[in-house]
């Protein structure tokens, strides 16, 4: 079954410090009776022995008599506690007996420790033992103490009384550690928890559409802090991608429309008479036709590189023979505007789909030459850095400004809409390079060229 979180952790919680706690106290409890009962047991032996050195004093040598009177006060006193005294003087005749003495209080003790010993330790099978001692105050035999006790051991009713405080001390301290545990237990669960069950609600959320959604807060868990972090980029990238699939629906709808509306005009103007037709119209209808097509060819071209990305066929490629190819292609256009290319730069091999940087190089060089004014230049470098290949490709055209730099490799993004309408590009060009220098795990940058004109740099990973 699945309990909540939060449950599981102050259960868990709360069970690791019973456990201890339940641990510590048995184990303090058995150690401490142990010892207890130790020293009971060595208390009691040094008790007798008192017992017997202080009644061997009470024999007079010379006049040969015992001090009963005193014998009397000590075995009353030992009876008291616990000790039974026989006393006897060298030919064995009894000096004095605490049975003899006072048999009722002698049953009324020694019930009393029976009693007590069996409830309270009914596993130890004690009963009463004598133990006889010589009495030699100078070291000369005098007589003899028999003294009788529970053994193994005895203990006193406040003795008992210590050893159950103590229990309930370890009873109390464990409730509290108990209830301590589940409080901090739940508060801490509850810390925890409480970001998890949030970030759940957002990543439902985003499932359901909504990417504006960001978890925001702080969070002392630094893992917790990743999860949210992870969470809240993903709703920043998904709703990138949204933001980028609906522009290009309404940027596709915006650029088709223009040349489909001018036709459709035309046509229609011509259908009903209010146009002569003429070969210039027919010409001006044909090439805004031209135009769509061009603008699904290129679009085509997108979805074809995008796709195919993942399917490079990578080959040993020198650039400088690259270029050079790519700079022959363009020859005649170049020459229509009178531009001068120069080319220079060492041969440089990278691992790369040759076609597709063909591709790129074919596209930027025509932006170039595209953009540059008769009897401009445009100048290619090609580098041959440690890991890298680089190519620059710089021209003495029009540039780009600076508040359009990073948004140039965008679908559809022209610096200046309506120069570029009539230079014939939609804007797709630089997404198509980007796309495929990526691909190969290069990069690109555009900025200004030495002059005024604009300068790409495209750098590609040599394996
Ligand atoms: P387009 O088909 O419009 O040329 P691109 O994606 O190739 O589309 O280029 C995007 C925009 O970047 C162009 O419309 C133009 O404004 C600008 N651009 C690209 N290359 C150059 C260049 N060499 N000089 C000046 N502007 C450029």
């Given amino acids: 079954m699945r309990g909540k979180f939060r449950t599981q952790l102050t259960f868990a919680l709360a069970l690791i410090v019973f456990v201890t706690v339940a641990l510590i106290s048995i184990l303090a409890n058995t150690f401490i009776n142990m010892e207890f009962e130790k020293y009971a047991k060595a208390q009691q032996q040094s008790h007798a022995n008192d017992i017997a050195t202080n009644l061997s004093r009470q024999y007079n040598s010379i006049t040969g008599k015992w001090n009963i009177e005193y014998i009397h006060g000590v075995g009353m006193s030992a009876l008291y506690d616990g000790y039974l005294i026989r006393l006897m003087d060298l030919p064995g005749n009894v000096v004095w007996d605490a049975e003899n003495h006072d048999m009722a209080t002698c049953t009324q003790v020694m019930m009393d420790i029976i009693s007590r010993m069996e409830k309270k330790r009914p596993g130890l099978s004690g009963g009463f033992v004598t133990q006889e001692y010589d009495l030699k105050p100078n070291g000369q035999k005098v007589g003899s103490v028999a003294i009788q006790y529970y053994g193994p051991y005895f203990l006193s009713e406040s003795d008992f009384h210590f050893l159950d405080s103590l229990n309930l001390i370890s009873v109390i301290v464990g409730s509290l550690a108990l209830l301590c545990s589940v409080v901090v237990g739940g508060l801490l669960a509850r810390r925890i928890s409480r970001p998890i069950i949030k970030t759940a609600h957002i990543a439902t959320q985003i499932a359901e559409g909504n990417y504006k959604i960001r978890f925001d807060g702080t969070i002392k868990s630094r893992e917790l802090d990743e999860l949210v972090a992870a969470v809240n980029h993903m709703a920043a990238s998904l709703d990138n991608q949204e933001g980028l699939r609906k522009r290009l629906t309404t940027d596709v709808a915006h650029e088709l429309r223009t040349p489909l509306t001018a036709v459709a005009s035309h046509l229609e103007a011509m259908i009903e008479g209010l146009w002569e037709i003429t070969p210039q119209r027919l010409q001006s209808c044909y090439e805004e ?175």
Avoid at 395 to 402: K, T
Wanted: hydrophobic letters at 35%; aromatic letters at 4%; a positive charge.
């Fill in 289 to 463: 036709i031209g135009r769509i097509s061009g603008l699904v060819a290129d679009l085509e071209q997108l979805a074809k590189v995008e796709n195919e990305n993942l399917r490079l066929k990578k080959s040993d490629v020198d650039l400088r023979t690259l270029i050079n190819t790519v700079v022959g292609n363009f020859e005649t256009e170049s020459a229509k505007k009178n531009l001068s290319v120069s080319v220079d730069g060492t041969e440089t091999h990278v691992n790369a789909d040759k076609d597709r940087l063909n591709q790129v190089f074919a596209n930027l060089l025509s932006n170039a030459i595209k953009y540059t004014p008769e009897n401009g230049k445009i100048h290619v470098s090609i580098r041959d850095m440690d890991k890298n290949g680089v190519v620059m490709i710089e021209d003495s055209g029009i540039g780009i400004p600076e508040k359009d730099l990073p948004f140039i490799f965008e679908r559809f993004y022209r610096a200046d809409k309506s120069r570029s309408r009539s230079t014939g590009g939609a804007g797709i060009g630089l997404t198509i390079v980007k796309s495929i220098v990526s691909a190969h795990g290069g990069t690109i940058m555009a900025g200004q060229g030495g002059g005024q004109g604009s300068r790409f740099t495209v750098t590609l990973p040599k394996s």
